[in-house]
Structures are given as structure tokens and as C-alpha cells.
């Protein structure tokens, strides 16, 4: 069974600094890997998709890393700003559906 | 890009009522839709996958009789939540796949909190 890490829960962080959110899996049999965001009380906006066969992606300020071999895809933020702040989800779809981390809830302090 | 509807955004209903909530893909069909329910400071964990013109397939441990799910057509997936009860309070959220689409990317709605009293 899937289970996925992410790694801080929680981070705050001044304007302007470029940060690391850490997502870990156990099972490696994936098909691609999602970075969402979700603002509180709304749905999730896609980030960022990297297909299995890929090792990163790249969106603005925004970069996806993926390591099927160690289980492990980070995203990182450049240059964060206060509309960064929100809760960044990973999710990976294989043999069942996307199966979801709990999320890093980040705040961008002005 | 694609975009899904998802409606209502907020509901608070009485125990023992029945709510829907409507999924609608606009720019697109979508044979299959998710159904997801999120508690707080939880993940977000798949309920059911909703299949046009067949029947859902629920996950383990989710009533198939108290959330009734409906995809009569290709833009149109609902939840029926049926005899609500407080521990039904909870954000649902619904998800398409366009087929059509790069990559296979899942577009999510806006969600519905669901307040059962």
C-alpha cells in the first residue's frame, strides 16, 4: 500500500527566500507525481505533473524534482512571496488512484 | 485550462437530511470522476470513483448506501450524502481526468464543506 510523507507539516518563512517541501513514498510502482495547492477551504490547483519517466519539472518559480529510486520528489519555491502561502499537497497515482501526503501548510511572511 | 464546477461550495443541513453536491466538467467529458473527502488538518482520501453510465466503485470502508453517487453523463458526476449526521461534517471534493488533456492531469473543483448540526 502507498503511503506518502511530506516533510515539514508546517513552514514559515520571510519574503524573498527560496524554500524545499519534501515528499516521500513507499512504493515506487508509480505513474506520475502531482504537486497541488490548496488554499484553505477551496480546491486544488495542479502545480506541477512529472510523468514517471521524468526526473523534474519546471512552472515560473516553481520546480519539481522526482527520485523513483529513494521515494523521494521535492518542490521548491523561488523567491517566495505572501501569495505563496497556502498548503502544498503531493499526490501519486499508480496501480490504485492518486494517494495523497497531509500536506505542508506554508506561510510567507511580508 | 480545463476547469471543474463543483457546487455547493457550503452546505449546513439538519441530521438526518440528505445533501447533494454536483460536479460538473465544463470544457470537457470526462468518463471518470473521484470523489474525495478531506478532514481537518488530514489528507485528502479517496471515496469512490464515479464511472458514466456504470456503477461506482466505493473504497474500503465507505458506505456505498449513505453516499449515493450518480454519472449520468459525460459533464455530470453527484454525491448524494443520505441521512447526514455530524460526523459527516467534512470538505468533499470532486476530481476529473481530461482525457484529452497532457499528461492525464487531474482538475479538481472548489469543494463543498459539508456542516451537518
Known amino acids: 500500500k502507498q503511503e506518502v510523507t511530506q516533510i515539514p507539516a508546517a513552514l514559515s518563512v520571510p519574503e524573498g527566500e527560496n524554500l524545499v517541501l519534501n515528499c516521500s513514498f513507499t512504493d515506487s510502482a508509480i505513474y506520475n507525481l502531482q504537486w497541488f495547492r490548496q488554499d484553505p477551504g477551496k480546491g486544488l490547483t495542479s502545480l506541477l505533473l512529472i510523468q514517471s519517466s521524468q526526473r523534474e519539472q519546471t512552472s515560473g518559480r516553481l520546480n519539481a524534482s522526482l527520485d523513483k529510486s529513494s521515494g523521494r520528489s521535492t518542490l521548491y519555491i523561488a523567491a517566495s512571496q505572501p501569495g505563496d502561502s497556502a498548503t502544498y499537497l503531493c499526490a501519486l497515482s499508480g496501480n490504485t488512484p492518486l494517494v495523497f501526503g497531509k500536506g505542508t501548510r506554508l506561510s510567507v511572511i511580508a | 485550462g480545463a476547469v471543474v464546477s463543483q457546487h455547493p461550495s457550503r452546505v449546513i443541513c439538519k441530521s438526518g437530511t440528505s445533501v447533494k453536491i454536483e460536479c460538473r466538467s465544463l470544457d470537457f467529458q470526462a468518463t471518470t470522476m473521484f470523489w474525495y473527502r478531506q478532514f481537518p488538518k488530514q489528507s485528502l482520501m479517496l471515496m469512490a470513483t464515479?464511472?458514466?453510465?456504470?456503477?461506482?466503485?466505493?473504497e474500503q470502508g465507505v458506505e456505498k448506501d449513505k453516499f449515493l453517487i450518480n454519472h449520468a453523463s459525460l459533464t455530470l458526476s453527484t454525491l448524494t450524502v443520505t441521512s447526514a449526521h455530524p460526523e459527516d461534517s467534512s470538505f468533499y471534493i470532486c476530481s476529473a481526468r481530461d482525457p484529452g488533456g497532457l499528461n492525464e492531469k487531474l482538475f479538481f473543483g472548489s469543494g463543498t464543506q459539508l456542516s451537518v448540526l
Open positions: 464515479s464511472n458514466e453510465g456504470s456503477k461506482a466503485t466505493y
